[in-house]
């Protein structure tokens, strides 16, 4: 019959479609061609290390800098299936966020970035920035506002030299300001970071690289096993107890907290683990950002456990302040 005949070779157009989409899904998307190796900074750690310092006052500082504010749909900051999202009666709406970096500084190591902030040319050249055309439109980076690029923060310092970048994990809201990093800038990442798969990263991919592109290879935390079994590991960055690197896998498979140790007690920097001060004050986990939703939950009940035995911790969130 006419319709039948007609719909057989839709249908194999759309099986084909499907079939390849499915191929490039497990095959050829990863999040960055950009090289790795293993990081030569830090040491593999285990909870106890952590737990008999974290409470000392220590040497560092730590400086968060709004870069831009920022709006995103809540559905994605936070899971609004979970019960106590649902007691609260959140729905879906574009909720304010800010993009961030933080500066940590180490008295003898110098100054090291934890995330990127922004970059200066997305408010003043938008075609020539690292993020731009249809992903940046999909992305709606047109709705950052800007409060202070990383150029511009960088040209205040008196040292303005950055002996490195710590990353929380790979999105572009936290390479959104790598260029405006000096070239040769190491830069650190969790595992799998960038192997991770997905049909999204053939249009991502090319950003990231477009990113990195003036940097050396990608160091890569070397996480042990924590023998106390608390988390999925922990690195301790200067090897003097400092500052220190906790993999909390599940929004991405690389996504890496940072506790530093102040004058003034820990801070406790949870990268995309928690993106909003409501999901950490209810324990609710980030939601469709996220690459594995109840590993993500997993891991925020784990930070958020370390940090209740540890009350002087401050917490500084992926994208809203506390
Ligand atoms: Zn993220
Ligand atoms: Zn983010």
Known sequence: MKTRSNKKPLRNAALALSATLAALATVGCSTTSHPE????????????????????????TVETVIGADWQVPLSGLLN?????????????RDEPVHVAFHA?????????????????????KPDEAVIRGFVASVANIDKMKRRTDTKTWLEQQEQPHVAGVFLTHLHLDHITGMRDVPAGTPVFVGPGETSARSIENLFVAPIVNRAL??????????????PD??????VDVFGDQTFWAIHVPGHTAGSTAYIARTKAGP??????????????????????FSSDRKRSASSLERLRRFAAKHPTMEVRLGHQAR
Do not use: I, Y
């Not at 592109?213 to 924590?226: A, I, T």
């Open 80 to 92: 609004l299936d979970h019960a106590e999202a649902k007691k609260a009666k959140l729905t879906d």
């Open 229 to 234: 079994g608390v988390f999925d590991g922990l």
């Open 267 to 288: 801070v406790l920097l949870t990268g995309d683990a928690c993106h909003t001060t409501w999901g950490w004050d209810h324990g609710v986990e980030p939601g469709s």
């Open 213 to 226: 592109e003036n940097k050396p290879p990608l160091s890569v935390w070397r996480f042990g096993p924590d």
């Open 104 to 124: 940590v500084h180490h008295p003898t190591r110098g100054t090291f970035l934890v995330d990127t902030g922004v970059e200066r040319m997305l408010f003043e």
């Open 37 to 60: 190796t293993p990081a030569t900074l830090g040491a593999s750690a285990r909870t106890s290390s952590l737990e008999a310092v974290v409470d000392q006052p220590g040497p560092l």
